[in-house]
């Protein structure tokens, strides 16, 4: 075994987000499109032979262990593995914000699946990892499977997809978004029509948007504040329920004139659009 390997752990997009009806069990039933960014956080696994222990090797502020979707997801592969393996010290970068709208959590967990899944070499298939990261939040399959992706259910039901690879320019303004807050508002639009996956990417664009966009805007100035601001410059948009928006530029310096001019205060970032993961790409390096 391999003692010791770092993994990107990127961020992704909602390019649009629809949500086409709520169910039984009081989930929302969504569509949206999911890019992602060749920007994200880093993990390192590093196996401890001598220890079973899983552990991070700093703790992440205000999150405990126990519900930190890292040590989660290590904890759920190793059950499935049903046998005795190494512990391992699990290392992370932190350059997502948290609570963005871009996935970090599901991010990293999906990365220690897919990371750990080599290191301990378990071999077990991407239908496997897809399906104990589901367990572990509805946004972790897409980031296992490693492509870009039209989404359905509670964003489960993946279809591959290839949406132009731009520039983004990403910001995060300066608040936190309570996301069942957000579901739960009697305002949210939970009536968009359906479409089908070819739609998504021909015609007009600006007939897709993001459903909680409007509630976001009511509940936190600062989001609107930013999108009015971003706006100037072509469509922009709220990445799943924020607080991160973004702009789409056809290149890297149309992308960065418009991040240098930004209002003081808020922070984010350039990145380029990506239809295949950077996890899968750095793994395909390594084997």
């Known amino acids: 075994m391999h003692p010791s390997i770092t993994l990107p752990s990127p961020a992704k997009l909602n390019l649009f987000l629809h949500i086409v009806g709520k169910r039984p069990d009081g989930y929302h039933e969504l569509q949206t499109l999911f890019q992602f960014l060749d920007y994200g956080d880093e993990l390192t696994f590093t196996l401890t032979p001598d220890s079973p222990d899983i552990r991070l090797a700093q703790p992440i502020p205000g999150v405990a262990d126990e519900d930190n979707l890292i040590i989660r997801a290590a904890r759920a592969l190793a059950a499935r593995a049903g046998k005795p393996l190494p512990g391992v010290t699990i290392s992370i970068d932190k350059r997502l914000p948290m609570g963005g709208g871009l996935g970090g959590g599901s991010s990293n967990a999906a990365t220690t699946l897919v990371g750990l899944n080599w290191l301990w070499q378990l071999n077990l298939g991407e239908d496997e990892l ?6 572990l ?8 499977r490693g492509r870009a992706a039209f989404a359905e259910g509670v964003g489960e ?9 731009d520039w983004f320019v ?7 978004i309570n996301t069942g807050k957000i579901f739960s508002h009697e305002g949210l639009t939970r009536d968009t029509p359906k479409i089908t996956i070819r739609p998504a990417f021909e015609g007009d664009a600006s007939r897709y948007r993001n459903d909680c966009e409007d509630v976001v805007q009511k509940l936190y100035p600062e989001v609107r504040q930013g999108l009015e601001w971003l706006s100037q410059f072509g469509p922009a948009r709220l990445t799943g329920t924020g607080a991160c928006i973004f702009g789409r530029f056809p290149t890297e310096s149309a992308a960065r004139i418009i991040w240098e001019s930004k209002p003081s205060g808020i922070t984010g970032f ?3 659009g990506v239809n295949y993961s950077p996890l899968h790409q750095k793994l395909t390096e390594l084997t």
């Open 130 to 135: 897809a399906e104990i990261g589901l367990g």
């Open 137 to 144: 939040g509805a946004d972790v399959p897409v980031f296992v």
């Open 157 to 165: 039901k993946l279809t591959p997809a290839e949406p132009p690879e």
């Open 170 to 176: 990403v910001l995060k303004p300066d608040c936190d």
């Open 270 to 272: 350039v990145a380029k």
